[in-house]
């Protein structure tokens, strides 16, 4: 890093003296030779630069291809993922189409009709025929895009209830995460920031007199079953937050005072992703940075096994960066094994009138779960 900044520190003065020589030498010359208009030489050279430009940006983005193409997310996880991708990577082929060819277009003309002596420029008003083709093409392709993509969004963002999906609330502050599930019941029970009571473990304010919320429960590791559909209620207790689960193609604001909600179905289980050739590419890599870690002794250089992660994609402070929760996503059995060994809410809520509620549930099934000691 210092070297660097020595590095551009040089640059910059070495670009200062030239300025100032050029300052220099415009003071000497004499006035009646104006040499401020450019001659033959001059735009021919500028000609010639425009296209070392174009070779530039066009290496450059080859470049960037190759070598940076393998830091891409892997294959989407989720049912909508797929679509989502296709979209994004039909609007990049656009642009990258377009871009290629005008780019290419804007700097052979610039060279090709560089001004010369006795060059004269044509002209003319209008062409109809001209601005109707360069008009009527970004039409159609834009409006194409917009409306692929606004169905898209729409059926992304239809959260319903069909298809029995479980519903998992996801808590954000600074600078944390925390999941609840609905329990046996798979229904949340009411909370409010103004009910939080941390002398009583409830961090997540639930209403201790809603039975709905009894059977809650509160997590720090987001499990999910493979192939169920997931609709996730967001809150957050501090400022703004986004839930974001890149692999899942997903993300939502968390925004103080409300509840937000997105929904998807994971479709690819932890174990599976794993053998991804993508994942296991990328696990190899940051294995081999981490070994050259542990030779040097640098903390945080253990061999890293790749999971699924929830972060939060906005700034909300000075951990933000740190602001992550681990997902697994499992097959139903799995889950269902996980999720009867966590304590319900009831459980882990320390109160002296619980007792009575939970005996008031109404109607659900809710047998007192063996404790698991662990
Ligand atoms: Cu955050």
């Given at each position: 890093?210092?070297?660097?900044?020595?590095?551009?520190?040089?640059?910059?003065?070495?670009?200062?003296?030239?300025?100032m020589?050029?300052i220099?030498?415009?003071?000497?010359?004499?006035?009646?030779?104006?040499?401020?208009?450019?001659?033959?030489?001059?735009?021919?050279?500028?000609?010639?630069?425009?296209?070392?430009?174009?070779?530039?940006?066009?290496?450059?983005?080859?470049?960037?291809?190759?070598?940076?193409?393998?830091?891409?997310?892997?294959?989407?996880?989720?049912?909508?993922?797929?679509?989502y991708?296709?979209?994004?990577?039909?609007?990049?082929?656009?642009?990258?189409?377009?871009?290629?060819?005008?780019?290419?277009l804007?700097?052979?003309?610039?060279?090709?009709?560089?001004?010369?002596?006795?060059?004269?420029?044509?002209?003319?008003?209008?062409?109809?025929?001209?601005?109707?083709?360069?008009?009527i093409?970004?039409?159609?392709?834009?409006?194409?895009?917009?409306?692929?993509?606004?169905?898209?969004?729409?059926?992304?963002?239809?959260?319903?209830?069909?298809?029995?999906?479980?519903?998992?609330?996801?808590?954000?502050?600074?600078?944390?995460?925390?999941?609840?599930?609905?329990?046996?019941?798979?229904?949340?029970?009411?909370?409010?920031?103004?009910?939080?009571?941390?002398?009583?473990?409830?961090?997540?304010?639930?209403?201790?007199?809603?039975?709905?919320?009894?059977?809650?429960?509160?997590?720090?590791?987001?499990?999910?079953?493979?192939?169920?559909?997931?609709?996730?209620?967001?809150?957050s207790?501090?400022?703004?937050?986004?839930?974001?689960?890149?692999?899942?193609?997903?993300?939502?604001?968390?925004?103080?005072?409300?509840?937000?909600q997105?929904?998807?179905?994971?479709?690819?289980?932890?174990?599976?992703?794993?053998?991804?050739?993508?994942?296991?590419?990328?696990?190899?890599?940051?294995?081999?940075?981490?070994?050259?870690?542990?030779?040097?002794?640098?903390?945080?250089?253990?061999?890293?096994?790749f999971?699924?992660?929830?972060?939060?994609?906005?700034?909300?402070?000075?951990?933000?960066?740190?602001?992550?929760?681990?997902?697994?996503?499992?097959?139903?059995?799995?889950?269902?094994?996980?999720?009867?060994?966590?304590?319900?809410?009831?459980?882990?809520?320390?109160?002296?009138?619980?007792?009575?509620?939970?005996?008031?549930?109404?109607?659900?099934?809710?047998?007192?779960?063996?404790?698991?000691?662990?």
């Amino acid at each position: 890093m210092t070297a660097l900044l020595t590095l551009t520190v040089l640059v910059l003065v070495g670009i200062a003296i030239w300025q100032m020589t050029k300052i220099f030498e415009l003071s000497q010359m004499k006035t009646a030779e104006n040499t401020e208009i450019a001659n033959d030489s001059d735009n021919k050279y500028n000609g010639y630069l425009l296209f070392m430009f174009l070779i530039f940006i066009y290496g450059i983005t080859i470049f960037s291809f190759a070598k940076y193409t393998k830091v891409l997310l892997p294959e989407a996880s989720s049912a909508h993922g797929g679509e989502y991708d296709q979209l994004m990577w039909v609007s990049f082929a656009i642009i990258f189409f377009v871009q290629t060819i005008t780019q290419a277009l804007l700097h052979y003309f610039g060279y090709k009709y560089r001004g010369e002596k006795g060059k004269k420029a044509l002209f003319f008003a209008d062409n109809d025929r001209l601005e109707f083709i360069w008009t009527i093409i970004p039409v159609i392709v834009l409006a194409g895009l917009i409306l692929w993509g606004l169905y898209t969004w729409t059926n992304i963002m239809d959260i319903n209830d069909e298809d029995d999906p479980l519903i998992v609330e996801l808590y954000a502050q600074q600078f944390n995460w925390t999941a609840r599930y609905g329990g046996q019941d798979n229904v949340l029970g009411d909370a409010s920031v103004r009910l939080i009571d941390i002398d009583k473990a409830n961090v997540l304010g639930l209403d201790e007199s809603d039975p709905n919320a009894e059977d809650d429960i509160i997590v720090k590791e987001l499990h999910l079953p493979v192939g169920r559909k997931v609709n996730f209620m967001m809150r957050s207790q501090d400022v703004l937050h986004s839930a974001y689960m890149p692999h899942f193609r997903a993300q939502m604001n968390c925004v103080p005072g409300m509840i937000t909600q997105f929904s998807f179905t994971p479709t690819v289980t932890t174990e599976e992703i794993r053998l991804n050739p993508d994942v296991v590419d990328k696990v190899k890599r940051t294995n081999a940075i981490r070994a050259e870690w542990a030779a040097e002794g640098k903390p945080n250089s253990e061999p890293w096994v790749f999971d699924y992660v929830l972060l939060c994609n906005k700034i909300c402070g000075k951990s933000h960066y740190n602001m992550q929760m681990k997902i697994i996503v499992e097959t139903e059995e799995e889950f269902n094994k996980w999720l009867a060994e966590q304590k319900t809410f009831k459980e882990t809520v320390i109160g002296d009138d619980s007792e009575q509620a939970f005996n008031t549930s109404d109607g659900v099934d809710v047998e007192p779960e063996t404790e698991v000691v662990d």
